[in-house]
């Protein structure tokens, strides 16, 4: 910086100055005494760019939906809730939370032994995440985010102007040997996923959470964010975190079992986090529409979803994909959720041969910071038929034959 300084015939602070601004913008990214560079891409770039076109004739694995036809018809839902609408109208002032959906929220949620807190809503579990960091973070903090771990959050990061410290993953959640060593390295955020992990289906056990509230303990002014996006999919039972650090978060969206497009998620934590999310949430859309809370409580109320079917759905195809991959010697992981994460040699070459194959799946490069190369293979709408002809083309994408040698 001094040297850029005299260069420029500017006073070193003003270089210092310039600099911070470039990393807060996410143009450029600092590795302490490597020094900086300029992004690959900018902070604000998705990670969907990375994502494959799926041609006609191509069957997509890729794309991460639950299956349309587990979700439940929303007809009777939305009309009903029109009609109490209808009869009193919501306006500006009132409560920004439908008290129907705060009660069976808070219910299911003391069901899980999540710690009592105040209850909010959200458009769905990002909005939530983004909302709870702004709250509590600046440009130039550091999260530690699980690897490989949700594509949205990795990128939702960089865009606050945040930095990132990779968090390994197995089928029992994240790594506690990390989380200490990301907590040590100052991370002041955890963010985790607590069951049916995307990519790589991980769920949380009660000995995985033992270990990592233990670690939380020694860390008590780190902000956990706890993101329950797998409830009413997943059979395996939740085993919160919160309650170890003095300011937490935890998020329930209703996208994976009822609806991506009803765009809503129940938010609790302490007071204070979600205290100034309210307060921020007023100043921008103000609420959640009321009419969606509405049907989302007559969803709830009429049992519109069979979670245990739903789980099981899952369930079957998840498990039956990783033992067709294993009888072909092919390593595969899936503990929970939708999606079945296979490690590859070669990311690229195994996305396009499965391509060619006729099968789309989704690149590992979407969902890592350093984690090994996979790739992503989502098997809501899976059939059995399609089991064997799936795991033959993973065997082969991977192991490809050799090349013929002419001589």
Avoid: C
């Avoid at 040297?3 to 470039?22: K, Q, S, W």
């Avoid at 790739?375 to 013929?404: G, K």
């Amino acid at each position: 910086m001094r040297e850029l300084a005299a260069e420029l015939g500017v006073n070193p602070n003003t270089v210092a100055a310039a600099y911070r601004t470039l990393r807060e913008r996410g143009v450029i990214e600092t590795a302490g005494r490597r020094g900086s560079r300029v992004r690959s891409k900018p902070a604000t770039t998705g990670r969907e760019y990375i994502r494959v076109d799926v041609p006609e004739g191509v069957r997509d694995l890729a794309d991460g939906n639950p299956d349309p036809a587990l979700l439940p018809p929303l007809a009777k839902a939305f009309a009903a809730a029109a009609e109490e609408g209808d009869r009193a109208p919501v306006l500006y002032g009132q409560a920004p939370v439908e008290p129907d959906l705060a009660r069976i929220a808070r219910a299911d949620l003391d069901t899980d032994s999540v710690p009592d807190g105040p209850v909010t809503v959200t458009s769905g579990s990002l909005d939530a995440i983004e909302r709870v960091l702004a709250a509590h973070l600046k440009p130039g903090d550091t999260v530690a985010i699980e690897d490989p771990g949700w594509g949205s959050v990795l990128d939702l990061a960089p865009a606050l102007g945040l930095r990132t410290i990779p968090v390994g993953v197995d089928d029992e959640g994240p790594l506690p040997d990390d989380v200490r060593r990301a907590l040590e390295a100052g991370a002041r955020v955890l963010i985790v996923t607590d069951r049916a992990q995307n990519p790589t289906g991980a769920a949380v056990t009660a000995t995985r959470a033992r270990a990592l509230r233990s670690v939380l303990a020694d860390h008590p002014g780190t902000l956990l964010i706890e993101d329950d996006h797998g409830h009413r999919i997943v059979d395996q039972p939740l085993h919160p975190l919160a309650g170890v650090t003095r300011h937490w978060a935890f998020v329930r969206s209703v996208a994976k079992a009822y609806g991506p497009d009803l765009r809503l998620a129940v938010l609790t934590g302490d007071a204070v986090t979600v205290d100034r999310v309210r307060g921020r949430q007023r100043l921008g859309p103000g609420w959640v529409s009321r009419l969606v809370q509405r049907a989302v409580v007559r969803l709830w109320a009429d049992g519109a979803v069979d979670a245990r079917a739903v789980a099981g759905a899952y369930g079957r195809r998840r498990d039956a994909l990783i033992g067709a991959l294993a009888d072909r010697g092919v390593a595969a992981r899936g503990h929970s959720g939708m999606n079945v994460w296979v490690p590859v040699p070669d990311e690229t070459g195994a996305v396009a041969r499965l391509l060619h194959a006729g099968w789309a799946v989704a690149p590992g490069a979407r969902f890592r910071l350093s984690a090994p190369p996979g790739i992503r293979i989502t098997v809501s709408t899976l059939t059995e038929d399609e089991i064997a002809p799936v795991a033959d083309a993973v065997a082969s994408a991977i192991r490809p034959a050799p090349a013929r040698r002419y001589v």
